[in-house]
């Protein structure tokens, strides 16, 4: 009792002197509140250390606990190949079960649609093509998850004496009725359907090797390895050539899936991403796992094919596998729309967009008591490590926008440069001729549009092999890339067609250059292998405004004055006939014996004339 009176009168005394003391103090009646409650404080503190590891733990495993698993169903759309490796990958490494899913994969048949079990209900999720934006539009509710492959594996498949669209026409075609790209491709290039001799589809490249077919369409990750195998001459049209790039497989849903299963629809689509990622990382092991679980279609070699042709179309070190870009989309509308096959580019609620979760009770308990004793316990010294930590993540976001920035222009590069020459694409010269027209017209001067196109380019194929014909390629383009001046643009236009835009010439100085050109190409030596070979070019020109007045007009008059030097002999310059004067003809510059590749515009002209 003595003791414990003594303890408590020690207390009282010094609380009498710590409350005189505070009272003294600015601040002194907070502080005192403050120390009172810190007891509290403590108490709940803990309280929160043992339940915050639990919450995050439940969290994190959302089919722990003996909860069963939910059944869904991924419709593909064709039958068990390379082409789906991601979803076996997710199945196989345990993905979709430790997202809580027990998923199906169904095949898909011949001409079947793997919209339609989605919408029906039989599937909850399926793998598409570019037509999904069709669908929408139709009214059907379809959600774009992510995207798989970033430009479409959609080609022509042609014997190898079809050595462009064009050629198609009259020929038998073997396509599907549901290859909107290939049709666009078409449209593209000024090639109308009608003008093709259609037969069903068998879906292989057998007719096309029996000579029972001229072309199939095909996908560059199937077909394209029975061809190569063949060992026979064939040549490839593919619609990018033609600015037409359209996504490839794309994972969907619905509406209704993503608004009744919000967290499912998320975990079905992380879950089947991790699956994409390692089945790239591992393709021959996946390989396997198809042979021995799913389909022995195709043999090894062939899945191994495909998988480095989709390594190809997916990018994966450029672009995160599953992203979807909306402009793209647009663009993809865009075509649809041009080809009176849609006729709004809406694209609202198409791309799938996951909504934040909302925070728990818990949470925002939490965060309040967390406030609290920061701003009681240690504001100046969190907020100093907050600083740091901002400082950090400043530098990293930095240095993670700079790496974008610099994908970005690898991106953009690869968009209007062609792969094989360096020089820039059909795309990019579509979108520059209208602005150069424009300002030719704006400051006055006159604005030259120059094709040539090599000769007889298909006995080169013939003879040294698409190899040999991609070496010519190469450095025909080198030579017109060197010989350009700055404000000069010159482009692969398609094949062995190269289109050169030069502002600002007079028609001397035109003359000379385009003589230049052909000089310079005729003087061209090509070895390949142990072999070598010459080549000459056929060239047409069309100057604005002399002969035409706008682009359509002018490209026109391009094509025109090429036609009348290729039926004239090949290996000439042919300037199209001025607007002005109907009854003059074209000029035509013959193709005399070069002595130098630099020749002056007078000793072309006169060498042209003695001819």
Not at 484 to 506: N, Q, S, V
């Amino acid at each position: 009792m003595i003791r414990a009176s003594r303890r408590q009168s020690g207390s009282s005394l010094a609380d009498a002197h710590w409350g005189s003391s505070l009272a003294s103090s600015p601040g002194a009646a907070q502080v005192e509140r403050a120390r009172l409650l810190w007891p509290a404080w403590a108490a709940l503190l803990a309280l929160a250390c043992a339940i915050w590891p639990a919450a995050v733990h439940a969290q994190a495993q959302p089919a722990a606990g003996g909860q069963p698993l939910q059944a869904v169903t991924l419709q593909l759309k064709w039958k068990h190949q390379f082409q789906f490796a991601g979803y076996y990958a997710a199945l196989q490494q345990g993905y979709y079960r430790q997202a809580g899913l027990d998923v199906t994969l169904a095949e898909a048949g011949p001409e079947q649609d793997s919209a339609t079990p989605v919408l029906e209900g039989r599937a909850q999720y399926g793998v598409g093509d570019s037509s999904l934006v069709l669908l929408r539009q139709l009214g059907r509710p379809l959600v774009v998850l992510a995207v798989v492959l970033q430009h479409s594996p959609n080609i022509y498949i042609a014997r190898g004496e079809v050595d462009h669209v064009h050629a198609l026409v009259g020929k038998r075609v073997m396509q599907e009725a549901s290859a909107d790209e290939l049709f666009a491709y078409l449209h593209k290039e000024g090639v109308h359907p009608e003008q093709l001799r259609f037969v069903p589809h068998d879906f292989s490249a057998a007719d096309l090797l029996a000579g029972k077919v001229d072309a199939i369409s095909a996908y560059s990750t199937d077909e394209l390895f029975d061809v190569r195998a063949a060992g026979k001459p064939f040549t490839v049209l593919t619609p990018r050539s033609a600015g037409i790039d359209f996504y490839g497989d794309n994972l969907f849903t619905t509406e209704e899936e993503i608004r009744q299963h919000p967290a499912r629809a998320k975990a079905f689509r992380e879950a089947s991403l991790k699956g994409w990622q390692y089945a790239m990382a591992h393709p021959e092991e996946v390989a396997d796992l198809i042979l021995e679980r799913y389909s022995r279609r195709h043999g090894r070699e062939h899945l191994l094919f495909e998988a480095r042709e989709m390594q190809r179309l997916m990018q994966p070190e450029l672009v995160e596998i599953g992203q979807v870009n909306p402009g793209r989309w647009l663009h993809i509308a865009e075509v649809y729309q041009e080809l009176g096959m849609l006729k709004s580019t809406e694209l609202k609620g198409f791309i799938y967009s996951p909504a934040a979760p909302r925070p728990s009770r818990l949470y925002v308990a939490l965060a309040v008591f967390a406030a609290a004793t920061l701003v009681l316990g240690g504001v100046v010294a969190y907020l100093r490590r907050l600083n740091h930590r901002l400082r950090l993540a400043h530098s990293a976001l930095q240095a993670r926008v700079h790496e974008i920035e610099a994908l970005q222009a690898r991106l953009h590069e690869q968009a209007v440069r062609d792969p094989l020459t360096g020089m820039f694409n059909r795309r990019y010269m579509d979108e520059t001729l209208e602005h150069e027209l424009a300002r030719a017209r704006r400051y006055h001067y006159p604005l030259a549009l120059v094709m040539l196109d090599v000769d007889h380019f298909k006995r080169v194929n013939d003879t040294f092999g698409h190899a040999g014909g991609d070496e010519l390629l190469r450095r025909l383009g080198r030579l017109l890339r060197e010989n350009c001046r700055g404000g000069d643009i010159a482009c692969r236009y398609g094949g062995e067609e190269f289109m050169l835009l030069l502002p600002g010439l007079d028609e001397p100085a035109l003359h000379e250059r385009a003589e230049f050109w052909r000089c310079s190409v005729e003087a061209l030596s090509i070895t390949y292998g142990s072999a070598t070979f010459h080549v000459t070019a056929s060239i047409g020109v069309a100057v604005f405004p002399s002969h035409a007045q706008d682009v359509p007009s002018l490209q026109r008059c391009a094509d025109r004055a090429l036609y009348t030097a290729k039926t004239g002999g090949r290996n000439r310059v042919v300037f199209a006939q001025p607007a002005t004067a109907q009854d003059a003809g074209a000029l035509s510059l013959n193709a005399a014996p070069c002595r130098a590749a630099a020749a002056s515009s007078a000793e072309s002209a006169a060498a042209a004339s003695t001819v």
